[in-house]
């Protein structure tokens, strides 16, 4: 038995992601539906590469591409006055790690690979998560199936929507050949979808 949030559609042709809670409030599922106009070839490379994932979500070395390959994961975007300070994706963004100038360090491994179709990691403080693509290499549009599964507070749900909701945004941009400038990164865009987030579940 679980609980289920609505989805709906906001800007930048993102949309809402769903959460399902367990019937104790302890274990929690978010799920985002994307499409992209780009071949199923970007959309890997952006999900499941070193270069591709720092461009919007964050840098990853080591990076061993195959089921049990080891992973590290740091948040590039942290340290901005009005982010919390921790606790994984139930505090995002983006806790669970070891802190450095560079930004919060997540270990882990990738858990599930098929190339060009799935690539799920499990790191410290996010659990697993994982994108599952469908396309054809002929094909200019792709569909991504993303599923997160962690542990956390109910009350902190909001903050890990509104996190991976602008995640996907920048790398809806890193596919447009821009990705992001960490340096210049502000939180405002998280609050504003945090709030969003917060008015849907009440």
């Known amino acids: 038995m679980s609980t289920e949030s609505q989805p709906q559609t906001v800007s930048y042709d993102i949309p809402y992601g769903t959460v399902r809670s367990s019937v104790d409030g302890a274990a929690h599922t978010i799920g985002f539906e994307l499409a992209f106009p780009h071949p199923l070839e970007s959309v890997w490379a952006a999900v499941a590469t070193p270069a591709g994932l720092r461009g919007w979500l964050a840098a990853a070395d080591p990076f061993e591409p195959g089921p049990g390959g080891a992973v590290t994961l740091r948040w590039l975007n ?15 963004p983006d806790g669970g790690g070891a802190a450095s100038a560079e930004g919060l360090a997540t270990p882990g491994r990738i858990t599930a690979w098929s190339r060009r179709r799935l690539a799920e990691y499990t790191v410290d403080g996010r659990g697993s998560f994982g994108f599952t693509l469908r396309g054809s290499l002929d094909d200019d549009r792709t569909r991504v199936r993303f599923r997160n599964d962690f542990t956390g507070d109910v009350q902190s749900l909001p903050a890990a929507l509104a996190d991976w909701h602008q995640h996907f945004e920048l790398l809806g941009e890193e596919l447009r050949g821009r990705p992001t400038d960490w340096s210049t990164w502000t939180p405002a865009r998280f609050a504003e979808l945090r709030a969003e987030y917060a008015l849907t579940s009440s």
């Open 78 to 92: 942290r340290g901005h006055e009005g982010f919390p300070d921790g606790g994984g994706a139930a505090g995002s």
